[in-house]
């Protein structure tokens, strides 16, 4: 479940990269993919760790008390740990088949940009 989940955010990714190339906005790339995947992390953390779901995000009171322990050290090494194998799993993919659709199609297009 681990492997298909990451395959899934890895996927919307390449979505989003391939849309932000599109209109332009490759400088962009970057920081729209860390910030993502920061605020996903955190979430992770929320969900596996404080237990808290969407419907949770209602109550200010539960939220404010979360991100307050979301600043002690050990719940910060969790999100970040969880944000650097995520992200870097992420990466991984995202080369790998980077590298196999230039081999496939050797058309000299970046292999995540549209076709129109």
Known sequence: LFALGILGYTYVFALVVADLRR????RLIWPVVVTINMACAFGVWLGRVRRLNSWDAAHPRMMAEAVRRATN??????IAL???VVGAASLIIIRLTDRAARRLHRSGRPPLSPQH
Do not use: Q, T
Request: hydrophobic share 55%; charged share 15%.
């Open 73 to 78: 050290p050990r719940a910060a090494l969790a």
């Open 23 to 26: 209109y332009g906005h490759r």
């Open 82 to 84: 969880v944000f650097v």
